[in-house]
């Protein structure tokens, strides 16, 4: 059987959420599903399994180094034997696993699943980016990029209240069994909404030297690097932001925790509401114009912040705006800059995407324990992180323009 004819680059993309995209979207939101759907049932699931609410706190831990380490599994095979196979592995992996947490009769046998589950969802995202590497470029890349973002900021909002409503009615177990329910509609959404967009007659044949080589290449490409790390350290910031920010606002400034849940949401909001304007500058802007200039905004923000906490002069009011600038930037910072990371890797999309995300994630586990063990009296340690990754961040898009040109 002839392999599918494959999708080639297009300069405009009439239809603002064609199927394929929309199927993409939702393969990115497994991610913050399963790490933001249970952290409600935290208590309860100590309680049941007869552990400290620390021991259930590194089953997030499991889940996140998974999530990590499995999407440079998918790249390389998603672009030798086509997107939609590792779709069907990783999500048939990550619906048992999740059925294996919800029948889960120690915290260690939790863990263990949590890690399997993260290596199956964490193919959703490898491919949803290389789909649309293989579909788009430049400015149309971008846009869908914002498009997913949407999701990636709606996603850690709606999440805790289904989790929250879900054990309103039931117990935690429930909410494994619900996420068992999206692998399932996931796949028929891929199976029946997803194109293939790789030639697989032509794709070179799958060897580990290969794949090694091609690795080596893509960290020795200045552009990739620069602009995936560009990505990857102010995510890791919004990381550092979520661990340490329900201490830093909830026990040292005394916000009861529903205002928190506001707050948080107001943030993800900003991120939201900057993804969509992101997708409108693209008509008339190309990536690297806007990310030349929105890389300056969260040094601005999350430095000033710092700087005022080392004074010992921090204001709630000045932290919560710093914190929302640094997050709202994201909506533009993180579309752009995976867009032209990728943008030369059309001939290894998928691999070009799994090493990506692989750095991301990496870092973002990274300022999540630095968060750990730095925390104390202050916030200092919060936004001291921030600004360092935002430094960092707009340093990584200065060597992603230099290789550019």
């Not at 149309?140 to 949407?150: C, G, I, K, V, W």
């Amino acid at each position: 059987m002839p392999s599918p004819a494959p999708h080639t680059p297009a300069s405009h993309n009439p239809q603002r959420f064609p199927t394929w995209l929309l199927v993409c979207s939702a393969l990115i939101a497994i991610g913050p599903l399963s790490i933001d759907m249970y952290l409600p049932a935290f208590p309860a699931m100590g309680a049941a399994l007869g552990v400290t609410p620390g021991q259930i706190e590194l089953t997030l831990g499991a889940f996140l180094i998974g999530l990590a380490a499995g999407q440079a599994f998918y790249g390389p095979i998603s672009d030798r034997f086509g997107r939609k196979p590792p779709l069907y592995f990783g999500l048939t992996l990550y619906g048992l696993a999740s059925l294996g947490c919800a029948l889960a009769p120690t915290v260690e046998w939790l863990m263990m699943f949590r890690t399997l589950q993260a290596l199956g969802g964490c193919v959703g995202m490898v491919i949803s980016r290389a789909v649309v590497r293989d579909r788009l470029d430049g400015p149309d890349a971008a846009r869908a990029f914002s498009t997913q973002m949407l999701v990636m900021g709606m996603a850690p909002i709606l999440a805790p209240l289904l989790g929250s409503a879900i054990l309103t009615v039931a117990d935690w177990h429930a909410i494994f069994f619900i996420l068992t329910g999206l692998s399932i509609v996931l796949l028929l959404a891929v199976h029946y909404g997803l194109d293939e967009t790789v030639d697989t007659a032509k794709a070179p044949r799958l060897h580990l030297m290969r794949v090694l080589r091609s690795y080596g290449e893509l960290l020795r490409s200045p552009q990739f690097v620069g602009y995936s790390l560009c990505a990857g350290c102010v995510q890791a910031g919004m990381f550092a932001y979520i661990a340490g920010s329900p201490f830093v606002l909830i026990k040292l400034y005394d916000i009861p925790p529903h205002w928190f849940s506001v707050v948080f949401g107001l943030n993800a909001f900003g991120l939201i509401a900057m993804s969509q304007v992101n997708s409108v500058l693209m008509r008339r802007h190309t990536p690297e114009a806007v990310l030349r200039i929105v890389t300056r905004v969260p040094v601005l923000f999350s430095v000033t912040v710092a700087l005022i906490a080392a004074a010992g002069h921090l204001s709630l009011p000045v932290l919560l705006l710093g914190f929302f600038g640094y997050l709202a930037s994201l909506g533009c910072i993180m579309p752009n800059a995976s867009a032209l990371a990728l943008s030369r890797q059309g001939h290894r999309a998928g691999t070009a995407s799994a090493l990506m995300g692989t750095l991301q994630f990496s870092l973002g586990t990274l300022a999540g324990i630095a968060i750990g063990l730095l925390s104390g009296k202050s916030a200092l340690p919060l936004v001291g992180i921030m600004a360092t990754c935002s430094v960092a961040s707009f340093l990584m898009g200065m060597i992603g323009r230099r290789a550019t040109r």
